[in-house]
């Protein structure tokens, strides 16, 4: 892919709809990937029109989804099933070789239900005994969990279940708050949710209120459609009434950062909350 020629011939055998921006493929390209087609150039562009440090928003969703991971397969607490859904395509620092890194026998299930990822990212992915991929629609938890996949992970185990970067794609229509609590229940006890989504600060920060209200326009104006910038008690809701760990539902850049602050946090990087819970 990358070049609009070949990536329509490629796109069609493996049933891509090249015409559609792809948030798999748009969110690559802020991460400085190459799988791309017009279409998701044309939304990519749309958004830097109005916030030129996109590419660092997905920087820092990566960086706390790193830091989530490292903590729970850590020896702090220890959990070795993962199930990452809406993974992405893949790129550097997947959930499964952060979790490996420390957790050598972690075992990871991906879902997604981008066609792009299914036919490319499934092989890099899936890249070991303990990695599996499952294509399914993540607003469909019965379906979701019953694939093979999802299947053999134990679920009277902890298990960390992630949701970073998606539920912000998921219109208020198909439930977001309704069907988290469907996985939150099926989670044993021990178990961690982790969520990142783009905030509307309101009056927290009124100039992010104006940016958040615009980049969802333009998000739901493009070829995907979705977008939403959600309060922080819309955010909250999502987790299901789980007990939020330290240091709550905060900026990404603010929960545990590696270290001192050696730049300023940009306005659009703001515009995303994390969040790391726990079922007791
Ligand atoms: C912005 S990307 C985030 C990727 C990755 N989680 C990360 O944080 O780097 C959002 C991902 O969610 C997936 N996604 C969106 N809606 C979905 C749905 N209804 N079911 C499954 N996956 C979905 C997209 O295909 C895309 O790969």
Not at 31 to 36: A, F, R, V
Not at 56 to 76: D, M, N, Q, Y
Not at 253 to 258: F, I
Request: hydrophobic share 40%; with cysteine.
């Amino acid at each position: 892919m990358g070049n609009e020629g070949d990536a329509a011939g490629v796109g069609a055998t493996a049933g891509i709809d090249t015409g559609k921006a792809s948030i798999a493929r748009v969110y690559d390209m802020f991460l400085g990937g190459k799988d791309n087609f017009a279409a998701d150039r044309e939304v990519y562009e749309t958004i830097q029109a109005v916030a030129p440090q996109g590419d660092e928003v997905a920087k820092s969703i990566r960086r706390w989804l790193t830091r989530v991971v490292r903590h729970l397969a850590g020896f702090e607490v220890g959990i070795d099933q993962f199930l990452d859904i809406g993974s992405g395509l893949p790129t550097v620092d997947n959930t499964h070789e952060v979790a490996q890194r420390n957790h050598a026998e972690a075992t990871v299930v991906y879902v997604d239900n981008d066609a792009t990822v299914a036919a490319y990212g499934r092989a890099l992915l899936e890249e070991n005994d303990h990695t599996h991929f499952a294509t399914s629609d993540l607003r469909d938890p019965a379906a979701l969990m019953a694939t093979p996949q999802v299947a053999r992970l134990d679920f009277d185990r902890p298990i960390a279940l992630i949701q970073c970067a998606t539920l912000h794609h998921i219109d208020d229509e198909a439930d977001p708050v309704g069907f988290m609590e469907h996985y939150v229940d099926a989670l044993p006890s021990g178990s961690y949710l982790a969520i990142s989504h783009w905030w509307d600060p309101g009056d927290e920060l009124p100039e992010g209120h104006l940016m958040a209200r615009e980049l969802e326009q333009r998000w739901r104006e493009s070829s995907m459609g979705t977008g939403r910038y959600r309060t922080r008690a819309e955010i909250a809701a999502l987790f299901a009434g789980l007990e939020l760990v330290e240091p709550g539902l905060v900026e990404l850049n603010d929960w545990w950062p590696e270290g001192p602050r050696m730049r300023e946090t940009s306005l659009v990087e703001r515009l995303i909350l994390g969040g790391l819970a726990y079922k007791p």
